[in-house]
């Protein structure tokens, strides 16, 4: 489906269906779902199906009516899943699967097999590191018990088993979510928002008082707006779903201010051709590619709630770079039927700014089709990236005593734009205190802060980075001890196609610009890069990070070291 189909469809107004729904509780009456919402079922229909082909039919298997993972390993995570994706089959008249007796039973089977598998504790496991884990059961229960109101609303024939069973595996969870542990900072939104969801079914006070713990403590939001772990693409989108969910839940608008206030700031993480900026992340998605369809169920609950065309906007961009992927939360459109309502008119998106965000230590350059992203604290200090065509990383490095990586610990403005700075020291060390010699000549208890030290050697290294016509003018200088190799980094993302630069022999895909201008080019878009220098071929000095998998240019040359390129 193109852009324009799923924006026309996404637009549609479906009967009478209200545009806020703070409660999460669906209306009695069923609203025509709009077009893109079926396709999304229709979509959904062929992940259930090869999801089942997954799930143990042997009954006299102790594996029976669980489901396997890619690696063949039995899990609880993919068998909820049947039951999570297979609830909104059933409850879809669209779908092929609606009121499926067979669906229901091979839901039924997984229903039995959680709760088999259930710890006494009402934990379950996540086997690839978490056992007995409260967060990943927080994780599966948030979406069963949309899955047990789905279930419910189908009115499928024989749904009471099921219904029964999964009752029971909830229960047993919502006893371990009242008391159990976390391990990092979003899991206490993944916790609070499995007791919002079980709250809405079966109104236990502990419930409540549990997640009032956890609220507590505060939102770990920074002033830019950011959440602690600074994960763009994974759990800032599921910050802000699980911030929505607590606040519907337990009637808690006030929540919704912290989810404003990144979604705000994450306009400005957005690259022009959609992907959104992982550089800053600590968390597995670091330097990943990623869209946004993870922020889609936050960007239209509000553009709804608060009538928001920014967000009706941020909604078209990704119904345009990432439309099949929002299907992952299909669960969510069908539980509320608020979200079937017309998007506000949207507004124009941030295209063109400079914007420093301080507490990610990072700079944002766009400038329409193309931007670049300054990084501090990380070895790869600047992106650029024009349409398609991607320079992923930038990195330099010198051969200094072992640990001649760049890293800044900060970004200065500049008048003219941004600084980065290293200084790094190289000493040597002199005999040992006569009165502190270990008798046994063990060097490890002779350590070197006790030695004094001599021939220390000083190299600092200062990058100036500046716009400059359609594109990024960059300088690198280094001052202190001479002849010290250095080799400048530029890493494409591959499938794109290099000029200008030779092929270093006895390398997969590295290269070096010896002269001039290099360009990479991928599709219509084309990135210019240069001039050139290539005084030696030694790319991989020591104390520099490996070479990346991917196609790589290198500058390269001796301290002091003077060179300027642009990007464009």
């Known amino acids: 489906m193109n852009r324009r189909e799923f924006v026309n469809k996404s637009v549609v107004l479906c009967c ?18 709009p077009p893109w919402l079926l396709e999304l079922i229709k979509n959904n229909d062929k992940g259930i199906t090869h999801l089942r082909t997954l799930q143990v039919k042997d009954a006299k298997s102790p594996d029976f009516g669980g489901v396997m993972d890619g690696f063949d390993i039995l899990n609880p995570h993919n068998t909820a899943a049947v039951i999570q994706w297979g609830s909104c089959s059933l409850s879809s008249p669209s779908s092929q699967f609606y009121q499926s007796a067979e669906l229901l039973n091979d839901m039924n089977l997984a229903a039995l097999y959680l709760v088999k598998t259930q710890h006494s504790d009402g934990t379950i496991d996540l086997l690839s590191t978490n056992f007995h884990s409260t967060p990943d059961t927080g994780f599966i229960v948030k979406r069963l018990v949309m899955a047990y109101v789905l279930i419910e609303k189908s009115k499928t024939k024989g749904q009471e088993n099921l219904l029964s069973n999964l009752k029971t595996f909830l229960l047993r969870a919502g006893d371990a979510l009242s008391v159990g542990g976390i391990h990092t900072p979003n899991h206490r939104w993944v916790v609070s928002a499995a007791l919002a969801k079980l709250y809405t079914l079966w109104p ?26 600074k994960s763009t693409y994974i759990y800032s989108a599921l910050s802000d779903r699980l911030l929505i969910t607590i606040a519907k839940g337990f009637n808690k608008p006030a929540l919704l201010d912290a989810v404003r ?33 993870n922020y889609y169920y936050p960007y239209r609950y509000l553009a709804l709630l608060d009538a928001n065309g920014s967000y009706s906007a941020m909604c078209a961009l990704i119904e345009q770079t990432a439309g099949p992927k929002i299907g992952g939360f299909l669960d969510y459109f069908l539980a509320d039927p608020s979200l079937w309502a017309n998007l506000p008119p949207a507004k124009s998106l941030p295209v063109a700014y400079v914007k420093s ?16 992203t300054l990084i501090a604290k990380n070895p790869v200090w600047l992106t ?31 008048e ?26 063990d060097w490890e208890k002779m350590p070197k802060t006790n030695r004094p030290q001599s021939e220390v050697q000083i190299l600092e290294t200062k990058i100036l980075i500046h716009e400059a016509k359609e594109g990024i003018e960059i300088e690198i200088t280094t001052s202190g001890t001479e002849r010290v190799p250095v080799a400048w980094e ?10 200008g630069a030779s092929k270093i022999e006895n390398t997969k895909d590295s290269w070096l610009l010896k002269e001039g201008n290099g360009t990479y080019t991928l599709g219509e878009n ?31 040359g001796f301290t002091p070291f003077r060179h300027v390129i642009t990007l464009s």
């Open 16 to 33: 009478a269906a209200p545009i806020v729904n703070i409660s999460g509780i669906i209306p009695t009456r069923v609203e025509k779902m």
């Open 204 to 229: 236990d006070p502990k419930y409540a008082a549990r997640a009032e713990q956890w609220l507590g403590e505060h939102i770990d939001l920074d002033s830019d707006g950011q959440f602690n772990e």
């Open 261 to 293: 206030r990144n979604l705000d700031m994450t306009m400005y993480y957005v690259h022009p051709n959609g992907e959104i900026v992982t550089d800053a992340s600590g968390r597995q998605d670091k330097a990943l590619i990623g869209t946004l369809e």
């Open 357 to 372: 965000f301080p507490n990610s230590e990072l700079v944002r350059i766009r400038r329409n089709q193309w931007d670049s």
């Open 384 to 414: 650029f990236m024009k349409g398609n065509a991607v320079l992923q990383g930038v990195r330099f490095a010198s051969s200094f005593f072992g640990k001649g990586q760049f890293q800044a610990d900060t970004i200065t403005k500049t």
């Open 416 to 441: 003219r734009g941004w600084e980065l700075t290293q200084k790094l020291d190289g000493p040597y060390f002199q005999p040992y205190p006569v009165d502190k010699i270990s008798s046994d000549g």
């Open 490 to 499: 530029f890493v494409f993302r591959p499938g794109g196609v290099l000029n």
């Open 526 to 556: 084309t990135i210019t890069f240069g001039p050139g220098a290539a005084l030696h071929k030694n790319i991989s000095l020591r104390g520099s990070l490996p070479a990346m998998e991917a196609p790589t240019v290198y500058i390269t």
